[in-house]
């Protein structure tokens, strides 16, 4: 009896290049060539240098001291080297508030972000691996959630936390930000296409309950969605301004994007110039925690991109 055995992962590498040393210089070349697109690398770097250039920007600016910040403003060193002159006069000035505003921003993200993924790799994967009446409802309110901007709904949210006594308190911030519609689709999403039902029903079958199974078996396969979303919602609640800027007065509380613009505004009056140094070099101390976060779990995006790369 003939068995039907799929072919391994390696075995269809070794088989395509086989294929390939059989071929042609020609006919190997014309295979090869259907994966570069001199148009597609053309538009991917001036996307780059579009990204970039505003980062060097602040980098060079936030090196120079506030007489050749003005002498020179643009792309390139000019005066002493005062980067970390620069750093000092931000983390210390008006009794260290960067600090303060840097810690309510971490808690913010700890809290508020961190709750967001928790829920929506919870609900995710409920809405994906679990049949119940009303599902179909479920995920017409989760796109259409999706589709309703932040920006309207702060003005609504604002008057429902006024009437609580919850305006001007880091719960004004955090509660809100437990939200994210589009992590919850990813996660179902994600949840539906990664985890087989298979393995589901095999560890049920020995004796596994769903919370063990959901631990032990699911949650190590949705790390690369899980990543995803804890990227989206840090990013989201990192550089949230609309709503802080509505909910919060007291300036204890502010986040960077808000304690920033604050003196954004003060280095526009007159006699303020003097901290404008200080409002770029905040500005690049803000984006350094997210540039690290990327670059550390961006192996995890890798493996998730490389998981789905290959049938077996």
Not at 17 to 28: G, V
Not at 34 to 41: A, Q
Not at 137 to 142: D, I, K, N, S, T
Not at 178 to 203: K, N, R
Request: no cysteine; hydrophobic share 55%; proline share 5%.
């Amino acid at each position: 009896m003939a068995l039907n055995v799929n072919p391994s992962p390696l075995a269809a590498v070794s088989a395509r290049r086989r294929r390939l040393a059989t071929l042609s210089p020609r006919h190997r070349s014309r295979d090869r060539g259907h994966r570069r697109s001199p148009l597609l690398t053309a538009v991917t770097g001036i996307v780059l240098v579009y990204s970039l250039v505003p980062l060097v920007w602040l980098f060079i600016n936030a090196t120079k001291t506030q007489n050749s910040l003005f002498d020179s403003f643009g792309l390139w060193f000019s005066g002493d080297f005062a980067l970390w002159d620069n750093i000092v006069a931000t983390l210390t000035y008006d009794d260290g508030i960067f600090l303060r505003w840097f810690s309510n921003t971490l808690m913010y993200v700890v809290l508020g972000a961190g709750g967001a993924t928790f829920l929506a790799i919870i609900g995710g994967y409920a809405l994906a691996k679990f049949d119940f009446p009303g599902k179909r409802a479920v995920f017409a309110v989760v796109i259409g959630a999706i589709a309703v901007p932040g920006t309207a709904l702060a003005v609504p949210t604002f008057l429902m936390f006024s009437r609580m006594g919850l305006t001007n308190t880091p719960w004004a911030v955090i509660i809100p930000s437990l939200i994210s519609p589009f992590g919850l689709y990813l996660m179902w999403t994600f949840a539906a296409e990664s985890i087989p039902t298979e393995l589901l029903e095999a560890a049920r079958m020995d004796g596994a309950g769903e919370w063990r199974t959901f631990f032990l078996v699911s949650l190590r396969l949705l790390t690369p969605g899980i990543v995803t979303v804890v990227l989206f919602t840090t990013v989201a609640t990192w550089n949230n301004y609309f709503l802080p800027l509505i909910m919060l007065k007291d300036p204890d509380w502010y986040p960077l994007t808000i304690g920033l613009n604050a003196w954004n505004a003060q280095a526009a009056t007159a006699g303020g110039e003097a901290i404008f140094h200080l409002v770029i070099t905040g500005s690049l101390l803000t984006i350094v925690p997210l540039v690290a976060a990327f670059l550390l779990l961006q192996r995890f995006w890798q493996s998730g991109l490389a998981a789905g790369s290959v049938k077996e």
